[in-house]
């Protein structure tokens, strides 16, 4: 779930200098003191534990930095030592290794190539002879002419829109949350605790409630804002049906993620010093230019990786729209991943809605890594 | 390269049964003749999935005195239902013996992932003879050995408020599509004159799919229309088809006779706790009489679908599809003999009486009917539905699809009917695109 980034060091530089190097070894360059350094601070995202001073604690792993990795690495191997912990890391890392392969490289492998098939269910019983039809599925379901196509390409658009307004409407909340929450108001452990519930409970119990609070004739919404406050000239609105749906998911949705911001953001604003502020107070600086300045660059790193992680989520949202409008969705509010659902198990097209998965991975992958690229190394600059 | 395969397989099952919500009761594995074991999953017949549990605990017990063969029960509701026979298709991890919609009765046996209902498992049955011939043509497709047993019968029938209908001064059921309008419309009123209408002409669970599936096939096929050609191409956006999907949205939409708060409604027992509370006159429903005594509601009547032309006959007198659930055996039970029992035990002319009884649905054996429990208005009404006014969902693998497509269709009709209005056209472009999705899955 929360990306494991943010342990602080207890195993000694070496060691981390050799996970980091499971990268393919560049040849050394350049004097070994300097390498070292940069190699430490690197405690990757998916690589070894960080091992930095505590400012690092919280921040990513950042790409310019691990790139000059292997320089480490290359030096270390030179030593007995090294050899053995580097092995020893192949072992400790083969459990999981396997566990990967078979959770989610396999099944993601065999989806791509259901992708290249007609699975349906004439031949689901036996589905590792569907028949293979190259493109097919693609130029058939994804040509933008076609109801299909249309569909599809619409529910992308829809969901970028929808992706940017829930991570937004998220970081806004879960930033005011956590800048309120680390100064010394009272009964802040109480309001701690308060605003991640939407956090700790399960989405499906979230969302069934907000389901029943959306219905139009007996929901509280409807309730409070016609009957209470007299909205709507007394005309009950649909919020699950029509262009209201669309809405109403991004309510439910920015309920549900708000409190990860705000934990993730409070993590990073605790290891801003106290006495930065300070200073910027006694030289005369604004709350919001202290904001500006200070505590925007100081959780940059952090808010980098919180974006990403809260974007895929979002972009893959499924539950909460399964949950709130059924198997089918609202035209209004169609998403890409319920549409992939009922193209797949609605209507038995599996190899549809494998091309479908396909095309949504590939999205997924080039935007995530153009975002590594532009936001991620900007981010280590400040740390 | 086998190997990988192998391998390979194993994950996408493990995968397809996490996603699949896992907790699947996995085929009993014991293979011990003395202390046998076997799993039913049950769709859900009852007011609730714990009354299901009660009706057939005790059918069951009989059971496992006659054969000393145990049952491991779960009750499914019906949105779970086909995705969970789905995910049991594709890891072959499934129960011994399932019950099924009797509308996806083709489309699953086309996966081959159920048992022929031929040789050892017809005679264990007592053969086909026994069975209602409208019932037995749910089995499967034609000219193939079918994959399923009939179970339970439904048929749609026209249900209503006497008491309603006497305060307005209606002293008949509608007959045909006109006079239900009419009615409808006469019922349709605000009681308490706070300027809002509270009493609606028909209710419906306009939002749930399937409903949307069942009332396009009826309509139309009174129009003269049908969901596939004899070539089993879909015609889903006929002229007869659009009629028939715009006169059942219209109810909503132009004759303002039910509800807008339907549109969000996916569980028919809604519509009939609408009719019991005096918020609907009308239900079009399969099976209401068990929630009627469930609330101890007795000013109801029961009369005919009506029809767009009151003499029609054949096609055009439609009035329900011959519904119900139907039992299949798993092909990958490990325990087939035991399997076969419990579906003959299910289909027992004495079992059939009490399970359909309890159930308020009709027996699928024609030895059943005779006895007293079923000769009320409600179960004769229902018996003459299915031998002269119904016909089987269409017989074509494809059926599956169809539900979800062109309910998904009605279902969003409705919606914009809730929200705006719906016209001729509206309808057309919604069919239309639900048949190009029909055609680019084939």
Not at chain 1, 293 to 308: E, K, S, Y
Not at chain 1, 340 to 350: M, V
Not at chain 2, 127 to 132: A, E, I, K, L, V
Not at chain 2, 288 to 313: C, H, I, Q, S, Y
Request: proline share 5%; hydrophobic share 45%.
């Amino acid at each position: 779930m929360a990306p494991k980034n943010t342990v602080p060091g207890t195993i000694p530089a070496p060691a981390d200098a050799d996970g980091v190097g499971l990268a393919p070894a560049s040849s050394a360059s350049g004097p070994a003191a300097e390498a070292l350094r940069p190699a430490a601070g690197g405690g990757g995202t998916h690589t070894a534990p960080g091992t930095g001073t505590p400012d690092d604690a919280g921040s990513p792993a950042p790409r310019g930095r691990a790139r000059k990795a292997p320089d480490a690495q290359a030096i270390r191997r030179r030593t007995p030592r090294g050899k053995a912990e580097s092995r020893l890391a192949y072992y400790l890392v083969t459990p999981a290794g396997l566990m990967e392969l078979l959770i989610h490289i396999i099944p993601m492998a065999l989806g791509i190539w259901i992708a290249f098939t007609a699975l349906n269910q004439l031949n689901l019983t036996n589905w590792l002879n569907a028949p293979f039809v190259g493109l097919q599925n693609f130029v058939n379901g994804l040509n933008p002419e076609s109801t299909i196509g249309q569909s599809f390409f619409s529910a992308l658009g829809r969901t970028a829109v929808y992706t940017v307004i829930v991570v937004g409407g998220s970081w806004i909340l879960g930033m005011a949350g956590a800048v309120f929450l680390s100064s010394k108001v009272r009964g802040r452990t109480f309001l701690r605790t308060l605003f991640l519930v939407p956090y700790a409970l399960p989405t499906y119990v979230g969302t069934i409630a907000w389901a029943f609070m959306f219905n139009q004739r007996d929901g509280a919404v409807n309730q409070l804002l016609v009957d209470v406050f007299g909205l709507f000239g007394g005309e009950r609105p649909f919020w699950l049906l029509g262009e209201n749906s669309l809405t109403a998911m991004i309510v439910v949705n920015i309920w549900t993620l708000w409190p990860f911001a705000f934990l993730m953001l409070l993590a990073a604003l605790q290891n801003v010093p106290g006495d930065v502020y300070e200073a910027a107070s006694l030289d005369g600086a604004s709350l919001w230019s202290q904001f500006m300045h200070i505590t925007l660059p100081m959780v940059r790193p952090a808010n980098g990786v919180l974006v990403l992680v809260m974007g895929l989520w979002t972009f893959n949202q499924f539950n909460i729209p399964f949950v709130l409008f059924g198997p089918s969705s609202p035209a209004e509010a169609m998403l890409v991943t319920p549409l992939i659902y009922q193209n797949s198990f609605g209507s038995w097209n599996f190899g549809l809605g494998g091309a479908m998965s396909v095309l949504l991975l590939l999205a997924m992958l080039v935007a995530t890594a153009f975002y590594v690229r532009l936001v991620l190394p900007k981010g280590a600059q400040h740390d | 390269m086998k190997h990988t395969f192998r391998l390979g397989a194993a994950a996408a099952a493990a995968s397809v049964l996490v996603l699949g919500l896992a907790a699947c009761g996995s085929s009993g594995g014991g293979g011990d003749a003395g202390s046998q074991e076997i799993t039913y999953w049950a769709t859900n017949q009852g007011q609730s999935l714990d009354h299901d549990r009660e009706v057939l605990s005790e059918s069951l017990e009989r059971f496992t005195e006659e054969t000393g063969i145990k049952v491991n029960l779960e009750v499914i509701p019906w949105t779970d239902m086909y995705n969970r026979i789905l995910t049991a298709v594709t890891s072959g991890d499934g129960p011994d013996v399932l019950n099924i919609g009797n509308t996806w009765a083709v489309t699953l046996q086309e996966t081959g992932a159920f048992e022929p209902v031929e040789g050892e498992f017809l005679e264990a049955i007592g053969g086909q003879d026994r069975f209602m011939s409208a019932a037995w043509a749910t089995a499967g497709a034609e000219g193939k050995a079918p994959t399923s047993v009939p179970l339970y019968s439904q048929a749609y029938s026209l249900y209503y408020n006497t008491e309603l209908f006497e305060e307005a001064g209606i002293d008949a059921p509608p007959a045909t599509w006109d006079e239900f309008v009419e009615t409808a419309k006469k019922l349709t009123k605000d009681t308490d004159g706070d300027g809002k209408i509270d009493q609606w002409g028909i209710s419906t669970e306009a939002g749930a799919v399937t409903n949307g599936a069942h009332h396009s096939f009826i309509r139309g096929k009174q129009h003269g229309g049908a969901m596939f050609d004899a070539d089993g191409q879909p015609t889903f956006n006929t002229d007869a088809q659009i009629d028939g999907v715009a006169e059942w949205v219209d109810l909503m939409g132009t004759h303002k006779v039910m509800s807008p708060s339907d549109a969000e409604m996916t569980n028919g027992a809604d519509a009939v706790a609408n009719l019991i509370d005096g918020r609907a006159a009308m239900v079009f429903n399969q099976n209401p009489v068990k929630n009627f005594t469930a609330r101890d509601f007795e000013d109801w009547g029961v009369a005919p679908m009506p029809l767009v032309d009151g003499n029609a006959t054949g096609d055009r007198a439609v009035m329900s599809f011959a519904a119900g659930s139907n039992v299949s055996v798993f092909k990958n039970s490990d325990s087939k003999d035991a399997a076969y029992q419990l579906v003959a035990h299910l289909t027992d002319t004495e079992e059939q009486v009490y399970l359909n009884d309890a159930y308020t649905s009709l027996p699928t054996v024609a030895d059943a009917y005779d006895a007293e429990e079923f000769q009320n208005e409600s179960a004769k009404l229902k018996e003459k539905t299915l031998a002269d006014h119904a016909q089987p969902m269409p017989l074509v693998a494809q059926e599956g699809q169809m539900e979800t497509l062109v309910g998904t269709a009605v279902k969003n009709l409705f919606a914009q009917a809730a929200t705006g209005t719906v016209t001729r056209a509206d309808v057309e472009r919604a069919l239309t695109d639900a048949q190009n999705q029909m055609t680019a899955a084939q």
